[in-house]
């Protein structure tokens, strides 16, 4: 490229070429401009994208039963021996529990602590260290159908590591004070099956080892009493479903039962309901601001030459008006308003009953909430009001709430994902964008015809040097020759 300094012409060149330049740019600043106008359009969408995600997300988790229970269980006397929690079905039935035994897990365990020269086993100690002179290559390990083979190499906890992580039925430990180790399932009354390669039952090589001796699972014993009458159950595990209340066993407790009392809270359900109106009128007034945003037509991005000559505020002030209105009347948001406000409307009469309306006509859509209204009707008859929020209904003319709005949500971020690249899983609004998109295929080519016309302006700016400094050198040769002519006649 031409060097860019002024002739000796006196004529300032660089501002010339400066000059010139800016009619040839005019094109590249427009699709500069073009671009960034899409990658805020982009933005915007992503930002709704995520706040859909999260409602959606949220749906899910609320259409759970206990995230709408409206029953509560408390313990009363013998408190640390179980643990009540009620389920959405549970009866108001006073329970006295005593817990005679407890279910036991089928273990193996070492029956003398694993000893190397005298001193106790760590975790760090081998296989070939606990087996000695006698220390074959391999060990194999077949419990529950599942099949592990050792190296002589290979520590404890190694093999601690193995276990729990190929082995989903078992839980195993070593204790580095007492050198045993143990192997336990996860289920109550589910034993532990050792074979050999073809599946005959017999202890394997590595259980020979370590001298594993096997424990059966043993069942607890639960008595239970109501005003109706005693029932007692064999436990396997430590939990037991009785009249919809989910009880846990801690400890023994004989002589001393615990009393389980259930009755009607509509606390967590308020709790759920209330999150879920926030969360719909946050995304519901971002839509309706995005479709109904001014647009300034006269505000268009800044170049960098413009934004030269501003202050940082008047830079901040220009770019919030051309922002503006970049999804007015946006079709995919309309299409969602209109799909979610659908959903609630046809749930509108058993809504009103719970205290929960749609505001004034200028609210466009916002959910209100009368408090003492919806807690005084999930207290009466909460599962009237529950079944406009959770369920199974199919009906697309009146389809559940929750069910309902993820249903419209997801048909928005399947046009989202086509024609912005965003996801459909991602809560980020700063998530990375595909370019399988139609916007990513829009911005490639602005990048592409960018590139071109940037090519282009080097171009034209190397000519237009290149051109003066012609002229310079002609004009210089002329004044060489004039001098010589001037000096001959003198």
């Known amino acids: 490229m031409v060097t860019r300094i002024n002739g000796f012409s006196g004529m300032d060149i660089d501002s010339m070429v400066t000059s010139l330049m800016t009619v040839k740019r005019a094109p590249l600043d427009k699709l500069n401009q073009q671009k960034q106008v899409l990658d805020w359009t982009r933005d915007s969408y992503r930002t709704i994208n995520s706040k859909i995600v999260q409602l959606t997300n ?4 609320m259409n759970l039963s206990a995230a709408t229970n409206t029953q509560k269980s408390t313990v009363s006397g013998n408190t640390t021996a179980v643990r009540a929690e009620a389920n959405a079905d549970a009866s108001p039935v006073t329970m006295n529990v005593e817990v005679q035994t407890l279910a036991t897990k089928a273990s193996m365990k070492t029956t003398a602590g694993l000893t190397v020269g005298g001193s106790t086993a760590t975790m760090t100690t081998t296989l070939g260290q606990i087996a000695g002179s006698t220390t074959p290559p391999m060990y194999e390990l077949h419990i529950n159908n599942t099949s592990l083979e050792f190296n002589q190499s290979d520590s404890l906890s190694t093999v601690i590591s193995r276990i729990n992580a190929e082995i989903p039925t078992v839980n195993a430990s070593f204790d580095e004070v007492s050198g045993k180790l143990t192997i336990t399932s996860k289920e109550g009354g589910k034993d532990i099956t050792l074979t050999d390669k073809n599946g005959t039952l017999q202890p394997s090589s590595l259980s020979t080892l370590l001298d594993l001796e096997s424990k059966s699972a043993t069942p607890g014993v639960v008595m239970i009493t109501t005003e109706s009458g005693s029932k007692s159950y064999p ?3 430590d ?3 009785v009249n919809g209340v989910k009880l846990t066993f801690l400890e023994t407790n004989v002589g001393s039962p615990s009393k389980i009392t259930t009755e009607s809270d509509p606390t967590k359900a308020m709790e759920t309901i209330k999150s879920f109106v926030d969360t719909y009128n946050e995304l519901l007034g971002l839509m309706n601001s995005k479709i109904s945003e001014q647009k300034y037509r006269d505000y268009a991005p800044l170049t960098a030459e413009q934004k030269k000559e501003m202050t940082e505020d008047d830079v901040k002030n220009w770019e919030e008006k051309a922002k503006s209105g970049l999804l007015k009347n946006d079709s995919i948001l309309s299409t969602a308003v209109a799909s979610m406000r659908s959903v609630i409307a046809g749930n ?3 809504l009103s009953e719970a205290g929960i309306t749609t505001g004034q006509y200028y609210e466009k859509g916002k959910l209100q909430i009368d408090e003492d209204k919806l807690k005084s009707a999930l ?5 009237r009001i529950l079944s406009a929020f959770r369920g199974t209904s199919s009906d697309p003319k009146n389809p559940t709430i929750f069910s309902g709005l993820r249903t419209e949500l997801n048909s928005t971020l399947d046009m989202l994902v086509k024609k912005v690249g965003t996801s459909k899983q991602d809560t980020d609004a700063t998530m990375t964008l595909k370019t399988e998109s139609i916007m990513g295929e829009q911005l490639k080519q602005y990048n592409k015809r960018i590139s071109s016309l940037e090519q282009k302006m080097i171009d034209w700016e190397t000519r237009y040097y290149k051109q003066f400094a012609a002229m310079e050198k ?6 060489s020759q ?9």
């Open 58 to 61: 949220k749906l899910q988790q």
């Open 235 to 237: 436990i396997d595990g």
């Open 239 to 241: 939990t037991l479903v």
């Open 348 to 350: 509108l009469g058993i």
């Open 379 to 383: 207290t009466s008859n909460p599962d």
């Open 474 to 479: 002609a004009m210089s040769q002329m004044q």
């Open 482 to 490: 004039s001098s010589s002519l001037t000096s001959f006649f003198q």
